[in-house]
DNA sequence: CTTACGATTGCCT
DNA sequence: GGCAATCGTAAGG
């Protein structure tokens, strides 16, 4: 059971190689990123709990959902106990359940590889909506809350450790240099660059 | 109220 | 490698 109440900082590289579910979809997560609130510029929880990001700074274990660009639902874990905020930005993964429904959501151009490589098209593999933000995730086949955040998500940890190789996070301007950023080395469904 | 901007993607040259 | 698409937010008047 992945500890979600640490910072992201320290959660992001447990979530290589971690299920998340959302109805009949499967993803295995490839490539992660840590924003870590008040302290990350590049955050979209810096400038405190108004507006879009008010859910980071809620119990962790619920998903915070950003429309990006006007089209692309990106998805991330919220870390950090509540009154905190931190979170894992899920930036790509390999399906491994739901694969055809997958297919019809992505089109029939999206190489196999790339059905879920990069944010958005994570958050389109996984039917994902700015309603889902603020729901909770069921963790590793414990029973989802009763307090109306619960949705049809679910996360698994991994069954064994996984590799992880860090870099600095991608598209952003702020704090870019900083190297929170986490992929399973040699996958072929991380997006952009890989070292 | 009005305007500018993305934690992106896919198509074009 | 360049760039347009598209709309919820955030910033500005």
Not at 133 to 151: C, E, K, R
Request: proline share 9%; with cysteine.
């Amino acid at each position: 059971m992945i500890d979600l109440s640490r910072p992201a900082l320290d959660v992001a590289p447990h979530l290589l190689g971690a299920i998340i579910r959302h109805g009949p979809v499967s993803v295995r997560i490839t490539e992660v990123e840590a924003y870590m609130g008040l302290v990350d510029p590049a955050s979209h929880a810096f400038n405190g709990p108004g507006g879009r990001a008010a859910v980071m700074f809620g119990p962790p274990g619920r998903l915070y959902v950003y429309l990006s660009y006007g089209i692309h639902h990106c998805i991330n874990v919220i870390c950090s106990p509540d009154g905190v905020a931190s979170g894992v930005l899920l930036r790509a993964g390999e399906v491994v359940g739901g694969n055809q429904i997958v297919r019809d959501r992505r089109g029939p151009k999206a190489p196999d590889r790339k059905l879920a490589s990069g944010p958005g098209n994570l958050g389109q593999a996984l039917g994902v909506e700015l309603a889902d933000s603020g729901m909770a995730l069921a963790l590793d086949g414990f029973a989802p809350p009763t307090d109306g955040t619960s949705s049809d998500w679910s996360l698994e940890a991994p069954s064994a450790p996984v590799a992880a190789r860090i870099t600095t996070r991608i598209g952003i301007s702020k704090n870019a240099e900083t190297p929170w950023r986490f992929i399973i080395p040699g996958e072929p469904t991380v997006s952009g660059r890989r070292h």
